[in-house]
């Protein structure tokens, strides 16, 4: 046998360097390879460059703030020290909606390697979220060399877009057909609540279910006759190729007022008027109202400061399209598409606000009109593969939107697994919405559970959450045979309250310790078994 020569070990890292022993025998290795001191042949100097440069930016990747209840200010504490396109993201104010046509990682990064110049696209974050990216923006011109993964895209050319297909981003919208509207509600229901149905056959656009429609809406004309009203302008007057009229009704957002209105304000007004604006431009509250100052509002509080038109107009942001949950399956429907849509309506002072979008499909857009859409793909949200999964799904109130399209789906694709619906609203007497036919899906066999809960009903209110108490034994024996389970609702309240619920029913039934129960939650979310579509 011929007996083999260990190489002699070649010491570059000294013992008494500042690295554990595993790291300085890895660090040896790899320079006595890379300067060729083994008889190997050495790295070019290329190369070598390539193989010492920090390789991304040290981010963990996990995304604590990332939580649509969390208010701007907790998300940025979470998010310190955090690389900077990470703290864009803290920034974004909801779960991934897709309104800016991006998931929120992407959204952050595509900013931070200025691919993307717009700030203001995080529709749900408004101005509080456009106010930090724009703070956060201006460190990239003060940071050193790149040296994160962000930095070496910024100085890198940047991809050719490709332009996305027709009605798949709100970029490329594609034209559907308005067919019809139908109350939802009954008798002295508090909601406006309205089942619309699209034409989507011309576009030949289609969809899965758990995707969202983007809305292209309208602005009120009587709110934008009396802004012009105002200004003391013309409605004719002339805009960016438009009249005055149809560019403040097609083109740009009238709520909330922006930071450059309160700056164009600020150019022709002077004294203590100038100072207001110039506080409200960035972000103070001199007079405590700063949060209900609509467009409209900020001229009555700056009343005979009239910009011009041209001027005026360019202040504003764009007007943003609106992200809706479908409640319909193309499997079920093809070439039809629907919504479940709550008509937005308050008032601030003795002036009634409408929201856009809502109202514009509740009351002013026409059978038979068309109107630009796109369909949002989801991140996350849908379905599971396995048809005989079965599925538990929690939607209050028009939450209930995609779970209507979830159950269609099942039923058009004959898939075999068991189905239990949670739906909670007001009132059972005119708040149930979609009720025959829920009910015959009860009876069909394909809504195996139904489960309500009506909060105004009794003399304590009651909600989805306490339902689910009640009958916990149930859902988690449906959780333990590997059911999913599906939030859709308001963020802030519902979706926590719902998980407070789900954490405590884990811990009693599926005997747990509450950490444990915790656990088990957020292993359900990183297994998909446990996904929510919030706002």
């Given at each position: 046998?011929?007996?083999?020569?260990?190489?002699?070990?070649?010491?570059?890292?000294?013992?008494?360097?500042?690295?554990?022993?595993?790291?300085?025998?890895?660090?040896?290795?790899?320079?006595?390879?890379?300067?060729?001191?083994?008889?190997?042949?050495?790295?070019?100097?290329?190369?070598?460059?390539?193989?010492?440069?920090?390789?991304?930016?040290?981010?963990?990747?996990?995304?604590?703030?990332?939580?649509?209840?969390?208010?701007?200010?907790?998300?940025?504490?979470?998010?310190?020290?955090?690389?900077?396109?990470?703290?864009?993201?803290?920034?974004?104010?909801?779960?991934?909606?897709?309104?800016?046509?991006?998931?929120?990682?992407?959204?952050?990064?595509?900013?931070?390697?200025?691919?993307?110049?717009?700030?203001?696209?995080?529709?749900?974050?408004?101005?509080?979220?456009?106010?930090?990216?724009?703070?956060?923006?201006?460190?990239?011109?003060?940071?050193?060399?790149?040296?994160?993964?962000?930095?070496?895209?910024?100085?890198?050319?940047?991809?050719?877009?490709?332009?996305?297909?027709?009605?798949?981003?709100?970029?490329?919208?594609?034209?559907?057909?308005?067919?019809?509207?139908?109350?939802?509600?009954?008798?002295?229901?508090?909601?406006?609540?309205?089942?619309?149905?699209?034409?989507?056959?011309?576009?030949?656009?289609?969809?899965?279910?758990?995707?969202?429609?983007?809305?292209?809406?309208?602005?009120?004309?009587?709110?934008?006759?009396?802004?012009?009203?105002?200004?003391?302008?013309?409605?004719?007057?002339?805009?960016?190729?438009?009249?005055?009229?149809?560019?403040?009704?097609?083109?740009?957002?009238?709520?909330?007022?922006?930071?450059?209105?309160?700056?164009?304000?600020?150019?022709?007004?002077?004294?203590?008027?100038?100072?207001?604006?110039?506080?409200?431009?960035?972000?103070?509250?001199?007079?405590?109202?700063?949060?209900?100052?609509?467009?409209?509002?900020?001229?009555?509080?700056?009343?005979?400061?009239?910009?011009?038109?041209?001027?005026?107009?360019?202040?504003?942001?764009?007007?943003?399209?609106?992200?809706?949950?479908?409640?319909?399956?193309?499997?079920?429907?093809?070439?039809?598409?629907?919504?479940?849509?709550?008509?937005?309506?308050?008032?601030?002072?003795?002036?009634?606000?409408?929201?856009?979008?809502?109202?514009?499909?509740?009351?002013?857009?026409?059978?038979?009109?068309?109107?630009?859409?796109?369909?949002?793909?989801?991140?996350?949200?849908?379905?599971?593969?396995?048809?005989?999964?079965?599925?538990?799904?929690?939607?209050?109130?028009?939450?209930?939107?995609?779970?209507?399209?979830?159950?269609?789906?099942?039923?058009?694709?004959?898939?075999?697994?068991?189905?239990?619906?949670?739906?909670?609203?007001?009132?059972?007497?005119?708040?149930?919405?979609?009720?025959?036919?829920?009910?015959?899906?009860?009876?069909?066999?394909?809504?195996?559970?139904?489960?309500?809960?009506?909060?105004?009903?009794?003399?304590?209110?009651?909600?989805?959450?306490?339902?689910?108490?009640?009958?916990?034994?149930?859902?988690?024996?449906?959780?333990?045979?590997?059911?999913?389970?599906?939030?859709?609702?308001?963020?802030?309240?519902?979706?926590?309250?719902?998980?407070?619920?789900?954490?405590?029913?884990?811990?009693?039934?599926?005997?747990?310790?509450?950490?444990?129960?915790?656990?088990?939650?957020?292993?359900l979310k990183k297994k998909g078994r446990f996904q929510a579509d919030v706002y």
């Amino acid at each position: 046998m011929t007996q083999m020569t260990a190489p002699p070990k070649i010491e570059i890292i000294p013992a008494n360097a500042p690295f554990s022993e595993g790291q300085r025998l890895w660090l040896n290795g790899f320079l006595v390879g890379m300067l060729g001191l083994d008889g190997s042949t050495p790295l070019l100097p290329a190369e070598n460059g390539a193989m010492l440069a920090p390789q991304g930016d040290g981010d963990d990747g996990e995304a604590p703030w990332h939580d649509p209840a969390m208010a701007i200010a907790d998300r940025m504490k979470l998010a310190e020290g955090r690389p900077l396109r990470r703290r864009m993201m803290a920034a974004m104010a909801q779960q991934d909606c897709g309104q800016c046509g991006y998931n929120c990682a992407d959204y952050s990064d595509s900013i931070a390697n200025r691919s993307e110049p717009r700030l203001n696209l995080c529709a749900p974050g408004g101005k509080e979220t456009a106010r930090m990216l724009k703070q956060l923006f201006e460190e990239l011109d003060k940071a050193p060399a790149a040296k994160s993964a962000a930095g070496t895209a910024a100085s890198a050319p940047a991809a050719p877009e490709v332009e996305a297909e027709l009605g798949r981003a709100r970029e490329n919208p594609a034209v559907a057909t308005f067919l019809s509207r139908r109350l939802l509600n009954k008798g002295a229901s508090e909601k406006e609540t309205y089942h619309i149905e699209f034409d989507l056959s011309a576009s030949k656009l289609d969809y899965v279910v758990g995707d969202s429609f983007g809305v292209f809406a309208r602005n009120d004309v009587g709110l934008v006759d009396q802004i012009i009203a105002l200004l003391g302008a013309s409605h004719t007057t002339e805009v960016n190729g438009k009249t005055l009229r149809e560019a403040l009704i097609e083109d740009v957002s009238l709520s909330p007022a922006p930071d450059k209105l309160f700056e164009l304000i600020s150019f022709i007004t002077g004294g203590a008027q100038r100072e207001k604006a110039r506080a409200l431009a960035q972000g103070e509250d001199p007079d405590g109202d700063a949060a209900t100052l609509d467009v409209m509002a900020a001229l009555q509080k700056f009343s005979g400061t009239r910009p011009h038109p041209e001027a005026f107009v360019e202040a504003l942001e764009p007007l943003q399209p609106r992200l809706y949950s479908i409640s319909s399956s193309h499997n079920a429907t093809p070439g039809k598409l629907s919504l479940t849509v709550d008509s937005v309506r308050y008032v601030i002072g003795k002036r009634k606000r409408l929201g856009v979008a809502s109202t514009f499909l509740g009351e002013r857009i026409n059978e038979g009109e068309k109107l630009k859409v796109y369909v949002q793909k989801a991140h996350g949200f849908g379905l599971p593969q396995d048809p005989k999964t079965p599925v538990i799904m929690i939607g209050p109130g028009t939450g209930i939107a995609p779970f209507r399209a979830f159950l269609l789906d099942r039923k058009a694709t004959g898939a075999p697994g068991k189905n239990w619906l949670f739906f909670g609203h007001q009132r059972s007497d005119c708040d149930f919405f979609y009720q025959d036919e829920l009910n015959a899906m009860k009876t069909s066999g394909l809504l195996t559970r139904l489960s309500l809960a009506w909060s105004r009903d009794g003399e304590k209110k009651f909600y989805v959450q306490d339902r689910m108490r009640e009958i916990g034994r149930e859902l988690w024996t449906w959780l333990a045979e590997g059911a999913h389970l599906y939030i859709c609702g308001d963020a802030k309240r519902m979706a926590k309250d719902v998980e407070r619920a789900l954490v405590d029913i884990v811990a009693q039934f599926g005997a747990r310790s509450t950490d444990e129960a915790v656990s088990f939650v957020a292993e359900l979310k990183k297994k998909g078994r446990f996904q929510a579509d919030v706002y």
